[in-house]
């Protein structure tokens, strides 16, 4: 499992012209929240999902060092296939180590779901959708975490 972070100090998600998940994190009183990008592949389980949400949740990249834990710094969550592209050979990706649709969109659930139970203000994206995402990336600051 893969996710791409972005410290961010606003994100929001539109699919079909309407918002579906936005953060705002000034209006929780802190600078910064997190758009995370979340992939899946084969191998990953829900204890995978979980332990990757804990990770996202409680790595340093706020600002004085602090974690989203640390701010209760809101996160939005969205699924992105493309993170396990395979581009080594030719000019055309390949997908095949992205899990298909009906094992990812499960182990994405469990990962926001494992970080609103870890007490994240958590919104996402829709899965399988066209999806265009608004971001103020601060910083900035982009990180990849592979679990």
């Given at each position: 499992m893969r996710a791409l972070l972005q410290r961010v100090s606003s994100a929001q998600v539109t699919v079909d012209d309407q918002?579906?998940?936005?953060?705002?994190?000034?209006?929780?009183?802190?600078?910064h929240g997190l758009v995370a990008l979340v992939g899946v592949t084969h191998s990953d389980t829900e204890a995978t999902a979980k332990a990757l949400a804990d990770k996202v949740w409680r790595l340093r990249i706020l600002d004085g060092?602090?974690?989203?834990?640390?701010?209760?710094a809101p996160i939005l969550v969205v699924?992105?296939?493309?993170?396990?592209?395979d581009t080594r050979k030719g000019r055309r990706p390949s997908w095949s180590a992205a899990a298909p649709g009906a094992i990812a969109e499960p182990l994405v659930d469990v990962f926001a779901q494992a970080l609103r139970e870890?007490?994240?203000?958590?919104?996402?994206?829709?899965?399988?959708?066209?999806m265009h995402i608004d971001l103020v990336n601060d910083g900035p600051v982009t990180v990849l975490l592979e679990l």
């Open positions: 918002v579906v998940g936005r953060i705002d994190p000034a209006a929780h009183g802190v600078p060092e602090r974690s989203a834990a640390d701010l209760h699924s992105q296939f493309t993170l396990y592209a870890l007490g994240a203000t958590v919104a996402t994206g829709r899965f399988g959708a066209h």
